[in-house]
């Protein structure tokens, strides 16, 4: 090998380390991120199920009040039992229609949250490129020796190349 092609490998080397390193970093990123994002569902599935508790109970509430205002209302007129079940049915859903709007608050910030970051890790990705090849200048010799019959292996000894950067350009082409 002459110094040229030493200074190439060892490029190439350096490239293919920091490309690593970025992809390691990225999904060290996504982990921290899932997790981050399982918490907070996690919070959010408590309000909810703090928010079924309090239904049941409400219900519980309202069986008990309509049971109350059966007995009271040979007392009540029609229209005073309405107003009375309007009254209570309102006191009762002030407080879940607050927390669900809480709850619909935090999902639209998390919705947000997770769409902006979500570009922004395509932008990311996207920015991140594989060479189409590993040593462009001998892309050609590669695929014109194989195309005449050379085998895989014969090629990596002419050119003095690994067997897998052949079939790595040949697959890059779809020839093989």
């Known amino acids: 090998m002459n110094i ?8 190439l080397e350096i490239v293919v380390a920091i490309m690593g390193f970025i992809i390691l970093y990225l999904l060290y990123y996504v982990y921290e991120k899932d997790t981050l ?9 408590s309000v909810v199920e703090e928010l079924n508790r309090d239904l049941f109970y409400l219900r519980n509430k309202l069986s008990e009040e309509s049971k109350k205002i059966e007995q009271n209302q040979r007392c009540m007129s ?7 079940i309007e009254r209570t049915v309102y006191d009762m859903m002030q407080p879940l229609a607050l927390t669900l709007q809480e709850v619909q608050a935090s999902i639209t910030a998390i919705d947000s949250q997770l769409e902006s970051r979500i570009a ?28 005449q ?3 895989v292996e ?3 000894k002419e050119l003095h190349l690994a067997k897998p950067e052949v079939e ?3 697959k890059i ?3 093989q």
């Open 37 to 45: 994002y399982s918490k907070n569902i996690r919070s959010i599935a």
């Open 168 to 170: 790595f350009v040949l």
């Open 120 to 147: 922004n890790l395509e932008n990311g990705v996207k920015q991140i490129s594989i060479p189409s090849s590993i040593h462009a200048n001998d892309d050609e010799k590669i695929i014109s020796l194989y195309k």
């Open 4 to 11: 040229v092609e030493l200074v190439t490998a060892y490029k």
């Open 78 to 84: 029609d229209e005073e039992i309405y107003q009375e």
């Open 149 to 151: 019959g050379v085998s």
């Open 173 to 175: 082409n779809k020839i």
């Open 154 to 156: 014969t090629i990596a």
